[in-house]
């Protein structure tokens, strides 16, 4: 059944400029959809947020065309199937996709951007983590641009978000020492304790060229970074020769569309250490997410994965949740309860 008379949703009410504000947003009340033929109405429990939904609403060019003005707020999650007109999608299933910011969704197809049934086993959360954006760009991002080698040192930023706390793990279980940049001692210390990396910096307090200087004295043969800035600029100042730099993505910038106020003033570390310093956007390997989700289901069971979650309540936080992946309140994947299960 239904469980509440109306569907909120939250709409992009105007372009942000500069820091997101709540009142980008407008939240509104429609009545819930009923579904048509051969769909399905989905009751969504958890929302998803992840840095990149700030990028989607600039103008500015992205991978994913940006959120009109007046529409739902784009955003993955999970739900439950409470009516349906599909017998591929029965009543009880969980789904996850796009839902966006709202209480409910019809779901009328899978595929990329639909909803697709969760697999038997798979807690639904996963769907939203390792087996979601964030891990699929952490496997590719380190397994194909990275390429790390048993006995190399790999050094991961922001380690102790989801995505870079998946690589880091990932570049452990290929047999790599990790060093994993992350802000503040609770922080550092889960990515040691918790995701096994081999050690941690503190960018708030430590001195970040003198940690390196001691963790990599040979220098750093695999940077995944998550921040860009000047974080970038330390992980440029101590490559090895032939140094592999992965672009995951660029926090510090907090992707309000324009350039950020600094860039890598260092590059020319690329050219005298032979580096190599690639991007990439995860639905570049379309064709290879079934060996993504294998090697990471594999990992998780083998006991070589582990996830943080940070959790918010209710469909009205979910600006402030946007918000807290940039001002580093966030262990691991942030995410918004707005159902219970």
Not at 27 to 45: K, M, Q, T
Not at 181 to 198: F, N, R
Not at 213 to 242: K, M, S, T, W, Y
């Amino acid at each position: 059944m239904v469980d509440v008379v109306v569907n909120r949703q939250w709409v992009l009410g105007r372009r942000p400029v500069g820091a997101l504000r709540d009142k980008d947003f407008e939240l509104r009340s429609v009545p819930v959809p009923v579904p048509g033929p051969g769909e399905a109405l989905i009751r969504v429990h958890w929302l998803g947020i992840d840095p990149t939904q700030r990028g989607w609403l600039n103008e500015a060019d992205n991978y994913i065309d940006a959120v009109p003005v007046g529409a739902v707020m784009r955003g993955s999650g999970v739900g439950r199937v409470v009516r349906s007109n599909d017998p591929d999608c029965p009543v009880g299933s969980w789904v996850a996709g796009m839902v966006g910011w709202q209480d409910y969704v019809v779901r009328s197809a899978g595929g990329l951007f639909g909803l697709n049934v969760v697999p038997e086993g798979v807690p639904p959360t996963s769907m939203l983590s390792l087996f979601g954006a964030p891990g699929l760009t952490a496997y590719f991002g380190m397994t194909d641009i990275g390429r790390p080698e048993p006995g190399q040192t790999v050094l991961v930023s922001a380690a102790a978000g989801v995505t870079g706390s998946i690589a880091g793990q990932i570049a452990k279980v290929l047999g790599c020492t990790v060093i994993g940049i992350a802000g503040g001692p609770d922080k550092c210390l889960w990515i040691t304790e918790h995701a096994g990396l081999d050690a941690a910096i503190d960018y708030k307090h430590d001195d970040i060229d003198a940690c390196l200087a001691r963790l990599a004295p040979n220098g750093v043969d695999v940077f995944f970074d998550g921040v860009g800035g000047r974080i970038l600029e330390h992980g440029l100042a101590h490559l090895a020769c032939r140094a592999r730099v992965v672009l995951a993505g660029a926090i510090s910038s907090g992707y309000q569309g324009a350039d950020p106020a600094c860039g890598p003033r260092n590059y020319m570390r690329l050219a005298l250490d032979r580096a190599r310093m690639e991007g990439f956007i995860f639905l570049d390997y379309l064709d290879r997410f079934p060996e993504a989700f294998t090697a990471l289901r594999d990992w998780q069971a083998q006991g070589a994965i582990t996830i943080a979650e940070t959790v918010s309540s209710g469909l009205e936080s979910a600006p402030s949740a946007l918000r807290a992946v940039f001002e580093g309140r966030n262990l691991g994947k942030q995410l918004v309860k707005i159902a219970e299960s």
